[in-house]
């Protein structure tokens, strides 16, 4: 049999394609090289809620979705911040989408295997160790360590995240802390800039007796990792018990990849680089890539094509991410704080990245920071030095 498309994972990227492909009459075989229940992400990710509504994917509810804002963006350690409130962006137990895309793919006419490894592609045949399989496409949705190693990512921009819920030794310690840091339970605290510009320790109270803990940072530009923060941070703070899930493991944060296809292959999520590198975010980019992957093979269309319409729609957004995140590894929690009290950092201005958007530049955004950078003339300084230094170091 030659099927429409063999999809390479069937984690959160491949699952979505999957189901986008199959739920437009196209013949899908998906292979994951785990068992389908260990593919992909098995921890918490934030998602923009436009995400969802731009994909084929429903907005999670509970158990999958875990919450939202606001969010205390803290320079360094504190007490300097924003505090972000309204913003339409999710926390999703992501071993539930996961299972909540591949049943979709299935109920859509999918085929899903799971504990199939896939060695390679020829031609039109995918290689594996269950046998071969030939595809009129193919969509390589095995992440940043998958079958495309040749697509390797400079070890500076690899952001290495931990993330881990956590149950409370002492929940009346834990609490006094998160209100000792100004926030209130379920309020997200997120340390930024606490190894290098662009590390951070997020930590979140969850419930009565459950602390969700998320640390990143870039380990090739000489810092200590997010398993080391998370480490550290864990070792510090005697409230925080014994963890119930969680995961680590890189993200690629450059730009992504300037071509999404070759030959009959086209390639989604991490694999492509399909991450708002900002804060490393790749689940809400896959899911909308998904969709139009889908929407042009069903229209007649080629990887080729999937790539140029992905480019013209989403691609810009995703460049500009990676060049701010490039600029945000050289900026100091010292200037950081200094854009903070400038007025800079505002939440209308932030609020637009955090929904992985280009910021929204409102009137009122920009009086205040007039405003601020008249009283601090010297603010925006930090902010274009860190510019700076990014483009001439590259
Ligand atoms: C700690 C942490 C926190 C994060 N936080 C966020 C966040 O808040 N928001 C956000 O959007 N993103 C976040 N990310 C990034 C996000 O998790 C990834 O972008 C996303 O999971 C990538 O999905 P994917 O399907 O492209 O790749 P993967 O999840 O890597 O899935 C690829 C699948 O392919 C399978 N595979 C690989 N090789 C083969 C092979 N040879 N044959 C068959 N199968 C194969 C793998 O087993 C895997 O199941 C975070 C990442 C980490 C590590």
């Not at 929940?171 to 209100?179: I, L, M, T, V």
């Not at 380990?219 to 997010?226: E, F, K, N, R």
Request: glycine share 12%; charged share 20%; with cysteine.
């Amino acid at each position: 049999m030659r099927w429409d498309v063999v999809v390479l994972g069937a984690g959160s990227a491949g699952a979505a394609a999957a189901h986008a492909l199959a739920g437009r009459g196209l013949s899908v075989l998906a292979l994951e090289r785990k068992p389908l229940d260990a593919a992909g992400a098995r921890w918490c990710n934030a998602v923009p809620g436009w995400c969802f509504d731009a994909s084929d994917v429903p907005r999670p509810t509970a158990p999958e979705a875990r919450g939202g804002p606001p969010i205390h963006l803290v320079a360094g350690w504190g007490p300097e911040r924003v505090r972000i409130a309204g913003q339409d962006v999710l926390e999703v137990d992501m071993r539930h989408l996961v299972a909540r895309l591949q049943r979709l793919a299935t109920e859509a006419g999918a085929t899903l295997r799971g504990g199939v490894t896939v060695r390679g592609v020829v031609g039109d045949v995918v290689h594996t160790d269950a046998g071969a399989f030939r595809a009129r496409w193919i969509v390589d949705a095995s992440g940043l360590h998958g079958v495309e190693r040749r697509r390797a990512v400079d070890r500076r921009d690899l952001c290495v995240a931990s993330q881990q819920v956590r149950t409370l030794a002492d929940p009346e310690a834990g609490r006094a802390w998160f209100a000792r840091h100004g926030a209130a339970p379920g309020e997200i605290l997120c340390f930024t800039g606490v190894a290098g510009g662009y590390a951070i320790v997020n930590v979140r109270l969850h419930g009565d007796d459950e602390v969700a803990i998320l640390t990143g940072s870039l380990p090739g530009l000489g810092h200590p990792s997010g398993v080391t923060l998370m480490e550290r941070f864990v070792a510090d703070h005697p409230w925080i018990g014994p963890v119930r899930f969680g995961g680590a493991r890189a993200i690629p944060v450059s730009a992504p990849k300037a071509r999404l296809h070759e030959g009959r292959i086209a390639f989604l999520g991490d694999a492509a680089v399909q991450v708002f590198a900002a804060h490393g975010s790749g689940v809400g980019a896959q899911l909308v890539a998904a969709r139009l992957l889908a929407e042009t093979f069903a229209a007649g269309g080629t990887p080729a094509d999937y790539s140029r319409a992905w480019w013209a729609r989403y691609g810009p957004d995703l460049r500009a991410s990676a060049r701010f995140q490039l600029a945000s590894r050289h900026l100091s929690t010292d200037a950081l704080g200094r854009l903070m009290r400038a007025g800079v950092m505002a939440p209308d201005m932030v609020r637009g990245p955090l929904e992985q958007r280009p910021p929204r530049i409102t009137p009122a955004a920009l009086a205040a920071i007039g405003a601020g950078v008249a009283r601090d003339p010297g603010a925006l300084l930090g902010l274009a030095r860190a510019g700076w230094t990014a483009i001439s170091g590259r």
